[in-house]
């Protein structure tokens, strides 16, 4: 036998020390009180800065999606609410787009550096509940739930809610833990951070508020100036924005009413149905991988080996049973009353509102004292994060020019706003020397022209009660509008009708966009155009 034969035995000795050193290195750093901090943070760099560059290639066949385009908008200028939130996402947006350029990749970069400020967060929660072992694989665990890579792409007051739900949670273990006027406080204004981010937080603060008064230890708590320094914190920070509420005539809850009141019971319960389903196949991915890690390698026959391996009942000093009770009692009241509620109230539920309500779920898994964490796991699910992080990175090209292909037609998706609003911009330029002020559509077209645009048109919705402010129908005929008409929605005839009524005068166009990827050909949108020169 020649000496070749032994060279692929040999390779793997020499990997086997380098994986073992590799492995050792993650568990000391995850388990040390200085490095595992920097380990976090790295971590969540890195995992923000992959999936830009996987979002990027994955996307790069559409537009920014208009959520994205509507907080951009609202960024343009600082307000206490934009009709239909508070006012949080837009400052965010308005801060970020200071310091990074109106590109499409920089709000793939926005959303993941929101998820990855995120992870940091959820990991000193765990910190409070679990040890820094634990914490980390949490953190692992939720880097590879879709929430926080694929279907984190939308930068939005949904995904933001994924910062301040988790201050919130943090604040309230603390403030439960520590019982003093500081906690409370740090307490009361997280919870008017959130409240100023989406009014949907209030059921992540009425869960806490739960867990407070079931809680075993809650008479501790209760007495304390905690909980009512807090209260009052809370009202005393949201002062500026209830007067907005009451100044705008109290809009946004005008606008949930009508866009999320339903009349039809069959469609109410099919909405929760797949609220529930479509939340449990995103928590399933994350969960069946951490499973992965915690079995792998498997050197057992039966589920019952495995069972009895990674599952011992009593003591585990790994766990804060107070605290994790905590965060029991929480996870489970957001995982339960957002569906039964709509049930009962037959509200339209979208799938979207469970985004900022699972990030507790691995934290509450890896809380459960029975449950084994072997150290080399920690390894185990980093090795996952990266392979499937890579994987994906490498083939989004390909998944990109593959649903393009798929689907040629769909104009939601692939329409080129991004073609026409440059194209306007000249078309306006050109006519009336002046920067173009004011786009008036709907928010699907108006939004996506005002990122877009070099000049940054505000947008005006018309016939919209729930107006974000940015302008008006004064200040539009003042300035000069384009009003555009999608020829593909079926609120065309509503459209027209009102272009025509307000601005009579204006010059008439019909403007054809069609994007081309990779050879593929999206769809070709006919836009019916109205350019209401400046009033005089």
Known sequence: ????????????????????????????????????????????????????LVLANLKAAQDVHM???????????????YGKHPPLAGWIAGLWFKLFPVADWSTYALAMATLGCALVICWLVALRVVDRRRAFFTVVMLALYPIFNFKGFKYNPDLLQLVTLPLVVLAYLNAFEKRSVRAGLWLGLAGALALMTKYWVLTMIGAIGL?????????????????????????????????WLRQVDFVPLTYAGDVYGLESRAQNVALVLGYVGHNLGLLAVSVALAALALCWPARWRTPLAFIRRAWS???NASVNRSQALNIWIIQAVVAIGPPLGALIFTVYMKTDWGISLFFLTPLALVAIPALRVRKIALFHIAVIWLVISLVVLGSAPL??????????????????RSGLARELTEAWRARFTTRWAVVAGTTEIGE?????????????????????????????KRLG??????????????????????????????????????????PATLWKIWMAPPGK
């Open 313 to 315: 009942p009593g003591v």
């Open 399 to 416: 998944i990109a020019e593959y649903e393009l292909a798929r689907n040629p037609n769909a104009s939601n998706t692939y329409a080129s």
């Open 1 to 52: 036998m020649t000496a070749a034969s032994f060279l692929p035995a040999r390779s793997r000795a020499r990997r086997r020390p380098r994986l073992r050193r590799l492995a050792a290195w993650i568990v000391a750093s995850a388990s040390d009180p200085k490095g595992s901090l920097w380990l976090v943070i790295c971590f969540a760099a890195a995992h923000a800065a992959l999936w830009t």
């Open 211 to 243: 867990a407070a008064l079931l809680h075993p230890a809650r008479l501790l708590f209760l007495r304390s100036p905690a909980p009512w320094v807090a209260i009052a914190t809370l009202a005393v920070a949201m002062i500026p924005h209830l007067l």
């Open 481 to 522: 509008f384009i009003g555009i008409c999608d020829t593909t929605d079926y609120r065309l005839p509503t459209c027209e009708a009102w272009m025509n009524a307000n601005a009579p005068g204006a010059e008439r166009l019909a403007v054809t966009t069609q994007r081309f990827f990779r050879g593929h050909a999206g």
């Open 448 to 476: 996506p022209m005002t990122f877009y645009s070099p000049d940054h048109p505000a947008p005006f919705t018309p016939g919209e009660v729930w107006s974000s402010g940015l302008t008006s129908l004064e200040e539009a």
């Open 67 to 81: 959520d994205v385009a509507e907080a951009f908008a609202w960024g343009q200028k600082f307000q206490f609410g």
